[in-house]
């Protein structure tokens, strides 16, 4: 419970990286209730690189089926600062990363990281369906889990497809290579890419433009940069309606 108490009371921590072989399964509820109300975080990471009691740790420090998972807690605190998690060699399975989905609707984090763990493609494909509630997330990682093993990749790949168009706040998501959908997935995220960039140089109401008018031709001279342009233009025309209001 002191380790706990030191993170909670610790405001300066900022990043935080847990290896969860040193967590013993009989760590009391003070440790995890202090944990969980850490609000300072913001960058945290969860793994192990040894055999340890996955079963009765997992619940409660990421999800269970209470609900008081720590990281589940942390997501749904409002006043968390947490944007950038981590729980990757965790043994995670099917089961968890549904739990923990919901609470990544109002949650603040912008990068989540499930690599090497134990989700399927049951687990993915929900998560992937969930994707458009997910406003602040930007950049997915979760490769070398047997999902890309499985049968389905059609399915989650099409669901994916559709998490990127509704999400345009996604710009990174790896190991898209193992969809059969890869090629148009790369393009939509260059698209979601560009826009963001875009959004930065759109002036706002009574603002001039921060690009000069003359600085046009030569940016449009640039092939590369032109063909961009234009397919942003093509695919996102609700880009620049701001513009018009």
Same mark, same amino acid.
């Given at each position: /419970?002191?380790?706990?108490?030191?993170?909670?009371?610790?405001?300066?921590?900022?990043? %935080?990286?847990?290896?969860?072989?040193?967590?013993?399964?009989?760590?009391?509820?003070?440790?995890?209730?202090?944990?969980?109300?850490?609000?300072?975080?913001?960058?945290?990471?969860? /793994?192990?690189?040894?055999?340890?009691?996955?079963?009765?740790?997992?619940?409660?420090?990421?999800?269970?089926?209470?609900?008081?998972?720590?990281?589940?807690?942390?997501?749904?605190? *409002?006043?968390?600062?947490?944007?950038?998690?981590?729980?990757?060699?965790?043994?995670?399975?099917?089961?968890?990363?549904?739990? %923990?989905?919901?609470?990544?609707?109002?949650?603040?984090?912008?990068?989540?990281?499930?690599?090497?763990?134990?989700?399927?493609?049951?687990?993915?494909?929900?998560?992937?369906?969930?994707? *458009?509630?997910?406003?602040?997330?930007?950049?997915?990682?979760?490769?070398?889990?047997?999902?890309?093993?499985?049968?389905?990749?059609? +399915?989650?790949?099409?669901?994916?497809?559709? /998490?990127?168009?509704?999400?345009?706040?996604?710009?990174?998501?790896?190991?898209?290579?193992?969809? *059969?959908?890869?090629?148009?997935?790369?393009?939509?995220?260059?698209?979601?890419?560009?826009?963001?960039?875009?959004?930065?140089?759109? &002036?706002?109401?009574?603002?001039?433009? &921060?690009? *000069?008018?003359?600085?046009?031709?030569?940016?449009?001279?640039?092939?590369?940069?032109?063909?961009?342009?234009?397919?942003?233009?093509?695919?996102?025309?609700?880009?620049?309606?701001?513009?018009? +209001?």
């Amino acid at each position: /419970g002191k380790l706990g108490d030191m993170i909670q009371r610790n405001v300066q921590l900022t990043e %935080l990286t847990l290896r969860l072989h040193h967590i013993s399964a009989s760590a009391p509820c003070a440790f995890y209730d202090g944990l969980a109300k850490s609000i300072h975080i913001q960058k945290l990471q969860i /793994g192990t690189r040894y055999r340890w009691n996955a079963e009765e740790i997992l619940p409660k420090l990421i999800a269970g089926n209470d609900g008081n998972g720590v990281v589940e807690r942390l997501l749904r605190n *409002p006043q968390s600062q947490l944007v950038e998690l981590d729980i990757s060699k965790t043994r995670l399975e099917d089961h968890h990363l549904i739990a %923990l989905v919901q609470s990544l609707f109002t949650s603040k984090v912008k990068e989540l990281n499930f690599s090497s763990n134990n989700i399927r493609s049951r687990g993915l494909l929900e998560f992937i369906r969930q994707i *458009p509630k997910m406003k602040s997330l930007q950049k997915i990682s979760f490769a070398y889990n047997p999902w890309e093993k499985d049968s389905d990749l059609e +399915e989650c790949g099409t669901a994916l497809l559709h /998490g990127l168009r509704e999400n345009t706040s996604i710009t990174f998501v790896n190991r898209l290579c193992a969809f *059969p959908q890869y090629e148009l997935l790369w393009r939509l995220l260059g698209v979601n890419f560009i826009r963001q960039k875009l959004f930065l140089f759109l &002036p706002q109401s009574g603002e001039e433009s &921060p690009i *000069p008018m003359g600085l046009w031709p030569l940016i449009l001279a640039n092939t590369q940069l032109a063909d961009a342009v234009y397919f942003v233009l093509q695919n996102c025309p609700a880009i620049f309606s701001c513009c018009k +209001e």
